[in-house]
């Protein structure tokens, strides 16, 4: 006869276990001897060593003893239902490896994978650290609330970077952030925004603002995201007013 100790050496656990084994009812908890032990025979040491087997093959306790006491049948059916639960949680600790690996910027924070690759290539164009943690931020913010216009919007951003204008603009702000007071600077990325403007509004891409941002709450929300991010864009946000235009993240000519 073992004493609790010798159990939980013989079977390789620790006298935690086999306590813990008792109160879920997995193994059988004996009597006290007439020296006050508990002692425990060869059967008790058999179950939990198939216990801990088990348990080390990933097996919730829940269902040890569903299979400790499973004729043949049920028991390969229940190891094999074990073996894809343990797969489907593989997969998903593989995921959670992917996504950890591509924190290493912080651009794919919270932002699904076509951010990621159009904040590389604005990256590319030599813009600015400050613009593209900027953008990355307000992604962020439109990935949350309207994630399902993110493919069109940024394939349309994307195919942006090839207009010379639009990289130009992007020269421009990195020169403000270098030196966000030069007004005459300031005015030249203004009439360059404005002159966007008035090519995107011939073109029918104003009008298809309402799709991307219909809700007035979350325009204000981003504006005010826009004018934290860098005290250049409240003075550009007051140029491009001179030239006839409103609004920041949702723009519109004013009226006459």
Avoid: C
């Avoid at 006298?15 to 006050?36: F, N």
């Avoid at 932002?111 to 992604?139: C, F, K, M, Q, S």
């Avoid at 090839?162 to 992007?170: E, I, N, S, T």
């Amino acid at each position: 006869m073992l004493t609790i100790g010798q159990l939980a050496s013989y079977a390789g656990v620790t006298i935690r276990a086999v306590r813990h084994y008792h109160q879920i009812g997995l193994l059988r908890e004996p009597e006290r001897d007439a020296s006050g032990y508990r002692t425990y025979d060869v059967v008790e040491v058999v179950r939990l060593i198939r216990i801990r087997t088990l348990a080390e093959a990933g097996v919730p306790l829940a269902r040890v003893r569903e299979l400790l006491d499973a004729d043949p049948e049920t028991f390969a059916a229940a190891t094999a239902e074990v073996d894809r639960q343990l797969r489907t949680q593989i997969r998903a600790l593989q995921e959670h490896r992917r996504r950890i690996a591509r924190l290493g910027s912080g651009d794919s924070l919270a932002v699904p994978e076509e951010v990621v690759d159009y904040l590389d290539r604005l990256r590319a164009t030599g813009a600015p650290t400050a613009l593209i943690e900027a953008e990355r931020d307000a992604w962020i913010l439109m990935a949350a609330r309207r994630p399902e216009v993110i493919p069109v919007v940024i394939a349309e951003k994307v195919a942006q970077l090839a207009d010379p204008k639009v990289l130009r603009l992007y020269r421009l702000i990195a020169r403000i952030a270098e030196n966000w007071k030069d007004e005459e600077l300031l005015r030249e990325t203004a009439d360059l925004m404005s002159e966007l403007f008035e090519e995107a509004a011939a073109n029918g891409d104003l009008d298809r603002q309402d799709e991307v941002t219909p809700d007035a709450a979350f325009v204000g929300l981003m504006d005010s995201f826009a004018e934290a991010s860098h005290p250049a864009v409240a003075r550009l946000r007051e140029l491009i007013a001179e030239r006839g235009w409103t609004g920041w993240t949702r723009v519109a000519k004013r009226e006459p």
